[in-house]
């Protein structure tokens, strides 16, 4: 099955200080990459949609200089919290879509952000 | 907000029990899917269901899909203590690549 990496697994640092966390698809070629953000016991939201070699779709209330998304090859987007709060502390996942529009998505394992 | 709506929030069974989740949605879809969850970690598919499908089976799962009611069901039969989990429905939108996910029901099967 498709299997999609994410590094770090968790990553603890101070307020101020920007974060970047990667994803990839380790046995296949994902043009479209998802990046959600979770609280405890909660569901996903989504927080943008990121196409190789184009600009990334950010859901309405998420702020693109705040999370920036770079998506330059087909197995690999990155995330970076810029400037990081506490408030920004969460579990990030990003996912990999299969194929078409709406397809199943193969998910990371996730990134437990602690912003002290 | 186009989130799905899942209930229970919660369910607590014995093993062997089946267990029933339900998901409703709001808008036109292109298919259905449903992830599982353990804690901490990320998602795993468990089966898509399209739109022109009513229901779907997987090993000991089972799904149904009512587009006239906007609402699906997974069935989970012979409940295993493994299969405790957080399961959530996504819906994918007609015409949009992304999935737009249920609040989510967590499962505790007890030995």
């Known amino acids: 099955g498709a299997v999609v990496s994410q590094h770090p697994s968790r990553v603890i640092c101070k307020s101020g200080t920007s974060v970047k966390i990667e994803c990839r698809s380790l046995?296949?070629?994902?043009?479209?990459m998802f990046w959600y953000r979770q609280f405890p016991k909660q569901s996903l939201m989504l927080m943008a949609t990121?196409?190789?070699?184009?600009?990334?779709?950010?859901e309405q209330g998420v702020e693109k200089d705040k999370f920036l998304i770079n998506h330059a090859s087909l197995t690999l987007s990155t995330l970076t919290v810029t400037s990081a709060h506490p408030e920004d502390s969460s579990f990030y996942i990003c996912s990999a879509g299969s194929g078409g529009a709406g397809e199943t998505q193969y998910f990371g394992p996730g990134t437990r952000l602690l912003v002290l | 907000s186009q989130q799905g709506e899942e209930d229970p929030q919660a369910l607590s069974i014995q093993e062997g029990e089946n267990a029933t989740m339900n998901c409703s949605y709001k808008t036109s879809i292109n298919n259905l899917q449903w992830y599982r969850q353990n804690s901490g970690r990320g998602l795993v598919h468990l089966i898509l269901?399209?739109?022109?499908?009513r229901e779907k089976h997987s090993g000991r799962l089972r799904v149904t899909l009512d587009t006239s009611k906007k609402s699906s069901s997974l069935l989970i039969t012979a409940s295993r203590a493994a299969d405790t989990a957080s399961y959530f429905c996504a819906t994918a939108l007609t015409g949009f690549q992304k999935l737009v996910f249920g609040t989510g029901t967590r499962l505790l099967v007890s030995p």
């Open positions: 046995d296949f070629q994902a043009t479209t």
């Open positions: 990121s196409n190789e070699g184009s600009k990334a779709t950010y």
């Open positions: 269901i399209r739109s022109n499908e």
